[in-house]
């Protein structure tokens, strides 16, 4: 059975808040406020990645976590 990516995306975040011993609701804010924090630091090297990363903009939870998953697994595939 294939879950879908809503279904994904509850699993990740409920993983992530039983892992840290904090609620789904508290994880959900945190990764929210990584990316609003990122998002708002001057042009940087960071610019340039965030652009390439996620080219329409400031990405949703869900994109940004499907996007740093592909990236991992491509930088793991690399690696070995």
Sequence with gaps: MKLDEKQELRLI???LAEENG????????????????????????????????FPNGKPSIAEFIYKMS???MET?????
């Design 13 to 15: 975040l409920k993983r």
């Design 22 to 53: 904090v609620s789904v609701e508290q994880v959900k804010s945190d990764i929210r406020k990584a990316i609003d924090e990122t998002w708002a630091i001057p042009d940087s090297p960071f610019k340039a990645r965030q652009r390439k990363l």
């Design 70 to 72: 592909q990236t991992v």
């Design 76 to 80: 793991d595939d690399k690696d070995e």
